[in-house]
C-alpha cells in the first residue's frame, strides 16, 4: 500500500484521506476555498461529525532531510489557517452547521510516513497507517484544544482555545 501511495499523486491521497473518513462515518468536503482578510486559503479535507470539525492538511512528502523543520512550517501554517476558518465559520452555509451548540476544532496533517512528531502547535501530525485509530480517539475528546460557542443561527458568538 505504501509503494502505491508513494507513486500516487498528492489528489490521490487526498482523496483516500477523504474517503477513509467518509468510511468511518464523517461528512467530508474536499478542496474547501474561502476568503479572510483579503487572503485566500484553502483546506485539502474538512471531516464533520457534531461537534467535531477535522481540518486536514495533506502531505504526500518523501522521506528526505530536513522533513522535520518543513512540517513544523508547515503545521504552524495550517494553524493559522484554521483559526481563520474558524472567525468565517458562520459565513460557511455548506458545512449546515446552523442547529450545533458548539465547535470543537482539531486541525490536522495528514503525512504518508510516521514522522516522528505527533504534534506541533495544536496541530497534530497523523500518518495515514493510524487515520481510523486517530479517529475513534478523536471521538473520544482527546484532541478537544480548540473550541467554540455556536448560536442557534449558526453564527460565532466566541472561541476559547485550550
Known amino acids: 500500500m505504501e509503494e502505491v501511495l508513494r507513486r500516487a499523486g498528492w489528489k490521490d491521497f487526498e482523496e483516500l484521506t477523504s474517503d477513509i473518513m467518509k468510511e468511518a462515518g464523517f461528512l467530508t468536503f474536499r478542496n474547501f476555498r474561502f476568503s479572510s482578510r ?3 486559503y484553502e483546506i485539502d479535507v474538512i471531516a464533520m461529525e457534531n461537534p467535531r470539525i477535522i481540518l486536514v492538511d495533506c502531505k504526500r512528502w518523501d522521506l528526505r532531510p530536513g522533513k522535520t523543520s518543513a512540517l513544523r512550517a508547515s503545521a ?11 472567525g468565517k465559520i458562520q459565513e460557511f452555509s455548506s458545512l449546515n452547521i446552523s442547529n450545533w451548540r458548539r465547535v470543537i476544532l482539531i486541525p490536522i496533517i495528514v503525512t504518508l510516513y510516521d514522522e516522528g512528531i505527533v504534534e506541533y502547535e495544536k496541530v497534530l501530525i497523523v500518518p495515514l497507517f ?4 486517530f479517529l475513534e480517539e478523536a471521538r473520544s475528546g482527546i484532541f478537544d484544544r480548540i473550541t467554540a460557542q455556536v448560536s442557534n443561527l449558526g453564527s460565532l458568538v466566541g472561541a476559547e482555545r485550550l
Not at 130 to 133: D, G, L, P, R, T
Open 38 to 40: 483579503r487572503k485566500r
Open 130 to 133: 493510524k487515520m481510523a485509530s
Open 76 to 86: 504552524s501554517k495550517h494553524l493559522s489557517r484554521s483559526l481563520e476558518f474558524l
